[in-house]
């Protein structure tokens, strides 16, 4: 009996199908799984930059207090509704935003719409990004007291869960 290729290839391709979706169904979605950096648990890489308005900030000048250092960009959809929550966590704790491929300009008038009066670096290269393995905007990395990375948020946050983690971290 001859096989018919389109046959074949139908049942392959269904197989392939149906391989992906139980691997999706059996796949762990649970929002507060862990996220892994090459950078947690690392001493935060430095950094000394000038942000939009000229001043430098280095994260050496935090040393002995609690930062949060965030990746964003102004066309980020997520990183706009996660402002409201950096605004309010910026009331207990130091921040540092670092913007993604943005013109200063483009920065500045967005924290003027939106808050924030934090020091925020417009990297142009992308350096500091590379340094703390940011992989998608925006991201998050708390730096605790010494100077270390003990968490990275992926994905917009809450002032709560940041503020929950510091607490359970004292």
Do not use: H
């Amino acid at each position: 009996m001859k096989q018919r290729p389109a046959l074949v290839a139908a049942i392959c391709v269904g197989a392939v199908v149906a391989v992906l979706i139980i691997l999706l169904a059996t796949s762990s979605s649970d929002p507060e799984r862990a996220v892994t950096s090459p950078v947690v648990g690392k001493a935060a890489p430095s950094f000394d930059a000038n942000d939009v308005d000229g001043r430098v900030v280095s994260v050496n000048d935090y040393q002995g207090r609690w930062l949060l250092v965030n990746f964003f960009a102004t066309w980020c959809i997520p990183c706009k509704a996660e402002q409201p929550e950096l605004v309010t966590l910026s009331s207990s704790m130091p921040i540092v935003s670092i913007a993604f491929d943005d013109p200063v300009d483009k920065v500045k008038n967005s924290f003027a719409d939106n808050g924030g009066d934090w020091p925020v670096i417009a990297e142009g290269d992308g350096r500091l990004a590379l340094d703390y393995g940011v992989v998608k905007l925006p991201e998050s990395y708390l730096v605790n007291p010494d100077g270390k990375v003990v968490k990275k948020f992926d994905g917009g946050i809450t002032a709560a869960e940041v503020q929950r983690y510091i607490a359970s971290a004292k």
